[in-house]
Every structure is written in C-alpha cells, then in structure tokens.
C-alpha cells in the first residue's frame, strides 16, 4: 500500500482518515516511523514506530502512543517517566511510509534526560556529545 | 549493535566518527532512517533512508545521499531535480538507530514539487491536503 494514488490531489481537497490508515506502507511488522517535532520551537525530539492502532489512541486521547520494538508493547510516552508528549498535529508524507506529530513535549524526550534524542554530534572525524541530562 | 554503551558520556565528550558509525543499529538491510530539516526554519522536509556507505559520502561531500529502497541504488537528493540539500550538520540518537540532518534544501524537497513529503494532515477524521506544489 501507500499514498501514492492520492499524491496529486489539489491543496485543501480531503480523504477519510480510514482511507489513510488503510493505505499507509507499514513495514512488515505493520509499524511505521513516527518524527515527534516540538510544535512551537521546531526542535526535532526523537523518531519511534507507530502501528495502526498506536495511530488511533493517539488521535482519540491527545496523547502520544508508539509502539516499543524492544519491548514488544505499547509505549504511552511518559506513563511511567511523567515526561509526557501531547498531540498538537499529525501528518503523512507522501509515500505514507513516515508520519510527522506535532507535539509539546513535558520535559526531556529522551530517556537519558536530556531534552531530544539526537545528541551524537558529527564534528569533523569526531562525535561530539551535545547536551546533558536536564 | 547500539550506541546504548556511549549514552551518559558527558556533554563534550568525544568518540571518534568510525566508532559511532560501527556501531548504528541498522535494520537488516543496513539501512538507518535519516530525517531532514531545513537548519534555519526547522521545518521537517522528508524522511529516508542512509546506509554507512552513504552516510559517509555526505559527510565527506557536503551534498546528501541516501540509499532509495524502491530503486535498491544510491539517491543523491536533487541529481536529477537540480533540488539539492547541502548538509549542515548530522547527529544520531540515544539508541543508534536514526540521523537527524540540518540541510539546506534548494527548492522542493518532495518528489511532488511540494515544499515537504508531510502534506496529508490530519483534521478529526478526515486528511487534508495541506499545501500546494510549488
């Protein structure tokens, strides 16, 4: 499956939300990857998988769901931490193999405590370490 | 593989760029997932596909390269668009399994002529197309 028959559809014309969930390009396992972007300052915080059903409880409660590959479960985004992501906005890309979640994010995303996950810096022929635990 | 063994190094600390690259949790194809984000909007262009070879032509070219899964070859971004995007900076996350770049994309970074790959945007239960090609 994928978006690609919808791709050229004209600005502000719309599908159900069925129709989207039904055609996005999941991996195997039926996940696809998930980009959570601070909604006001851009920053990006970190990337997870989401399966259809992690999609939907998060558009019903407002409150980010992924998938855990390592865990094989449910990961409702701060249960355990407090550190939790609402949900500002969701789309699909173009190939409905990614989505982008739009989120405010209630303390550090990572779970090293520090603020977003990308924290291994390329400088040069070095890794730098970016940030600190918050 | 991971960079779990590396995660509560300091802030400043460095690794050399062979180890960390040694160490990305790849899928079984070799590939990592790579989002690209225009370095001075924060805007979250597109997300693809890197694998250690073309992780390195990047860094060492400036001009970003991912692996396209559909064509199973290299994609160097805007070889054949002229829709280039030059590398600002590259960083990998806690758990070694995606790339964050900052670029600076030349025109359209979706293959659709829009601005970004994330046009289906969901509104309750419905996806609106959310931009226009340019």
Redesign the interface.
């Known amino acids: 499956m994928s978006?690609k028959e919808?791709?050229?559809?004209?600005?502000?014309?719309?599908?159900?939300?069925?129709?989207?969930l039904t055609n996005l390009k999941t991996d195997e396992h039926g996940l696809i990857?998930a980009?959570a972007?601070q909604h006001d300052?851009?920053?990006?915080l970190?990337?997870a998988y989401m399966n259809e059903k992690s999609i939907r409880e998060t558009?019903e409660t407002g409150q980010v769901c992924y998938w855990s590959r390592s865990r094989q479960t449910y990961w409702r985004k701060g249960e355990s931490s407090g550190h939790r992501q609402t949900l500002v906005?969701?789309?699909?890309?173009?190939?409905?193999?990614?989505i982008?979640i739009q989120v405010d994010q209630k303390g550090p995303a990572?779970?090293?405590n520090?603020r977003d996950?990308?924290?291994?810096?390329?400088e040069?022929?070095?890794?730098?370490?970016?940030?600190?635990p918050q």
Not at 7 to 17: F, I, P, T, V, Y
Not at 41 to 44: H, K, L, Q
Not at 117 to 122: A, K, L, M, Q, Y
Not at 124 to 132: L, P, R
């Open positions: 978006l919808y791709e050229n559809l004209a600005q502000g014309e719309k599908l159900s939300l069925d129709t989207v990857a980009i972007q300052t851009g920053e990006v970190m990337l558009l906005s969701m789309s699909f890309d173009c190939d409905g193999d990614a982008l990572c779970h090293t520090r996950c990308f924290f291994f810096s390329v040069g022929n070095e890794v730098v370490i970016k940030s600190a």
